[in-house]
């Protein structure tokens, strides 16, 4: 599935979502219902945003590069600490680990006319997110691994439990769903701002309170708009031969911003020291 990807009407399904249309009532609509659904859940989800065919060549990029994707595992708590403190109680949930592995293809190592890229870079993009989100302006990330990339799962792979360190918000989109497993959960406001709730995030790492949380049906295709910072939220564990692909969005507050290039070498491997492939 090859073709032309570099055009925003090739890629995003505009008939349902006229992002180039500032001024039509569907996309208003959209908009304030994504709102809302921030508002009290923390997350929402555009079913079918972008179109069958654009998916397909996302899907083919993600795999022809495998080989290339970065393996990360590691043993970390909610706070993506992986090292305990001996300071507190082994009930705390600083010192409550899990395990979480997934494989991760840079910004760099997709093709120019990704469909990725496309949806990414467009302006309406942006200016659609923004108002969903409730900020005047975003940016584009800046650095050459960070702004779109690839989640793959493969089978045994999760990312346990655990709270955004800083993301304001968090935008991903299904590209293709595994044979099991792989489903995204979150909790609501599991912690505010003036307070960690300890107590209860304990509780419900340890298994008391796993009611609480909420299944997000998606399916390929699906943009999710979340708040991870307050909500803790994972992806189960995938079980079977069929990958679980998801494309992941950075947007900024300000023009400019570059990754941190101790964590680029984390998440994105030993590789990096080296610089970016060639497109």
């Keep these: 599935m090859r073709g032309d990807f570099t055009q925003p009407q090739k890629v995003i399904n505009l008939d349902t979502y006229p992002l180039d249309q500032r001024d039509s009532p569907t996309r208003r609509a959209v908009i304030d219902r994504c709102r809302r659904e ?3 859940q923390q997350y929402c989800v555009l079913p079918n945003f972008i179109l069958s065919t654009a998916r397909q060549r996302a899907v083919e990029d993600a795999l022809e590069r495998q080989e290339q994707a970065h393996h990360i595992s590691s043993r970390r708590n909610c706070y993506l600490q992986r090292q305990p403190d ?16 997934s494989r991760m293809i840079a910004y760099d190592l997709l093709p120019d006319d990704s469909p990725l890229k496309t949806l990414y870079h467009w302006d309406e993009t942006r200016a659609f997110i923004a108002e969903i989100v409730g900020v005047k302006e975003l940016f584009d990330n800046e650095d050459p ?7 793959c799962f493969h089978d045994g792979d999760r990312s346990s439990w655990h709270f955004d360190s800083c993301n304001a918000f968090t935008v991903t989109l299904m ?6 497993g792989g489903d995204f959960e979150i909790v609501p406001n599991a912690r505010s701002d003036d307070d960690q709730n300890h107590a209860y995030v304990a ?10 949380a909420i299944r997000v049906s998606r399916e390929p295709g699906a943009l999710c708009i979340f708040r991870g910072c307050n909500s803790l939220h994972r992806v189960s564990p995938v079980s079977g031969n069929t990958r679980r692909l998801m494309g ?4 900024e507050n300000e023009p400019g911003v570059i990754g941190d290039p101790e964590v680029n070498e984390t998440v994105y491997g030993a ?3 080296a610089g970016p492939a060639a497109s």
């Design 145 to 151: 691994y960070q702004p779109v990339n690839t989640l």
């Design 203 to 212: 509780s419900f790492l340890q298994g008391k309170r796993s009611g609480d």
């Design 86 to 101: 001996p300071a507190l109680p082994a009930d705390h949930p600083r010192n409550i680990f899990m395990e979480a592995s």
């Design 38 to 40: 921030l508002e009290a």
């Design 248 to 251: 992941v969005f950075v947007y």
């Design 175 to 180: 590209l293709q769903a595994p044979e099991g």
């Design 271 to 273: 590789r990096v020291t």
